[in-house]
């Protein structure tokens, strides 16, 4: 599919400083409500793009297990993202993509941005970044091309594979959760799916664990053989 994208308008100084001055509290306070216990670098993010209009970018990612991986590379490549004034944003949840747009994006704050989804997620992701003005027609390629990558099938599925499911067991074992790993593989709804399955299901089942393991792997991962997706929203927001 042909990607198209709409024209670029330069904002004069007045139009700027009015369409900041619609960013107001109960448009942050309504993401700020979507995301949940992850509104932390939401705040922080905000409170940048108001202070500084254009001295910030912003990774939209659906949740915190995404932002602990993205910090740990960055981290682990030598980055400081809040020095370089990026923020690693969770919304709790693809589905509040748009309104994080409406607060980030060309008709809000007007800050670089860049994200990152799971594959089921996708469309989502598209439609919310055309209804904000981001382009139409998208296609996985005009995503990228606009910062936003695609998680094949998300991202402890890209995490795995990178890593093995050798190399995975090993960090569970380290963890000291070999032996609820093992125990959970042997329950009846796990028997027939491949272990690859099996790991991706044992991260989402307690409260903290899909964080905890998201920085884990992460912080396992070879830095010259990182998952496309992963590597490629962090290059995008390079500053």
């Given at each position: 599919?042909?990607?198209?994208?709409?024209?670029?308008n330069?904002?004069?100084?007045?139009?700027?400083?009015?369409?900041?001055r619609?960013?107001?509290?109960?448009?942050?306070?309504?993401v700020?409500?979507?995301?949940?216990?992850s509104?932390?670098a939401?705040?922080?993010?905000?409170?940048?793009?108001?202070?500084?209009?254009?001295?910030?970018?912003?990774?939209?990612?659906?949740?915190?297990?995404?932002q602990?991986?993205?910090?740990?590379?960055?981290?682990?490549?030598?980055?400081?993202?809040?020095?370089?004034?990026v923020?690693?944003?969770?919304?709790?949840?693809?589905?509040?993509?748009?309104?994080?747009?409406?607060?980030?994006g060309?008709?809000?704050?007007?800050?670089?941005?860049?994200?990152?989804?799971?594959?089921?997620?996708e469309?989502d992701?598209?439609?919310?970044?055309?209804?904000?003005?981001?382009?139409?027609?998208?296609?996985?390629?005009?995503?990228?091309?606009?910062?936003?990558?695609?998680?094949?099938?998300?991202?402890?599925?890209?995490?795995?594979?990178?890593l093995?499911?050798?190399?995975?067991?090993?960090?569970?074992?380290?963890q000291?959760?070999?032996?609820?790993f093992?125990?959970?593989?042997?329950?009846p709804?796990?028997?027939?799916?491949?272990?690859?399955?099996?790991?991706?299901r044992?991260?989402?089942?307690?409260?903290?664990?899909?964080?905890?393991?998201?920085?884990?792997?992460?912080?396992?991962?070879?830095?010259?053989?990182?998952?496309?997706?992963?590597?490629?929203?962090?290059?995008?927001?390079?500053?």
């Open positions: 599919m042909q990607t198209s994208y709409l024209p670029y330069p904002e004069t100084a007045d139009e700027a400083a009015a369409r900041l619609d960013v107001d509290e109960e448009s942050l306070a309504a700020t409500e979507a995301a949940g216990g509104s932390v939401l705040a922080a993010a905000a409170a940048r793009a108001r202070e500084a209009p254009g001295s910030c970018a912003v990774v939209l990612v659906e949740g915190m297990s995404d602990a991986a993205l910090e740990t590379l960055a981290a682990r490549r030598g980055r400081n993202l809040r020095d370089e004034g923020f690693i944003v969770p919304m709790g949840g693809a589905t509040n993509i748009g309104h994080f747009l409406g607060l980030f060309p008709r809000g704050f007007g800050v670089q941005l860049a994200g990152l989804c799971d594959e089921g997620e469309r992701f598209r439609r919310s970044l055309e209804q904000a003005g981001l382009g139409s027609g998208l296609d996985r390629v005009g995503l990228a091309r606009l910062g936003f990558f695609v998680c094949v099938a998300d991202l402890e599925d890209e995490l795995i594979r990178s093995g499911v050798r190399r995975v067991e090993q960090l569970i074992e380290a000291g959760e070999l032996g609820p093992r125990t959970f593989t042997r329950q709804a796990q028997r027939n799916r491949t272990r690859e399955q099996q790991l991706r044992f991260m989402g089942t307690r409260s903290g664990r899909k964080i905890h393991y998201g920085h884990v792997l992460a912080a396992a991962l070879e830095l010259t053989r990182l998952p496309g997706p992963l590597d490629g929203v962090l290059s995008r927001v390079t500053r």
